[in-house]
Nanobody, 124 residues
């Protein structure tokens, strides 16, 4: 059975940092693009970073570029999202998702499997 499990969320002050993890099981890790999405209350789900299936290149949305860093440990079947310089606008539930043979899109509808999400709250 396929599972994606996020961890590492929490409460942090403005300017602080967090590292999120997403561990994948039941999937051939290398066959999937893995992405991070977030959804704030009353807003649409936003794709913020992705590692593609082909050459494992990483892409970021403009909203997090320069502040967030995604990485991957193939042996542990885990991706990470290091978040720095956090601001209250980063407050959201953060999800990881997997797209079979995905090219590295940040469109949520393309993704086949989703984790349950982890809450990140940034206080002002």
């Amino acid at each position: 059975e396929e599972h994606l499990v996020e961890s590492g969320g929490g409460l942090v002050q403005t300017g602080g940092s967090l590292i999120l993890s997403c561990t994948v099981s039941g999937l051939a890790f290398g066959d999937y693009a893995i992405a991070w999405f977030r959804q704030a209350p009353g807003k649409e789900r936003e794709g913020i970073s992705v590692i593609n299936n082909n050459d494992r290149r990483i892409y970021y949305s403009d909203s997090v570029k320069g502040r967030f860093t995604m990485s991957s440990d193939e042996a542990k079947k885990t991706v990470y999202l290091q978040m720095k310089s956090l601001v209250p606008e980063d407050t959201a539930i953060y999800y990881c998702a997997a797209d079979y043979l995905g090219p590295g899109s940040l469109r949520a509808y393309l993704y086949d499997y989703w984790g349950q999400g982890t809450q990140v709250t940034v206080s002002s």
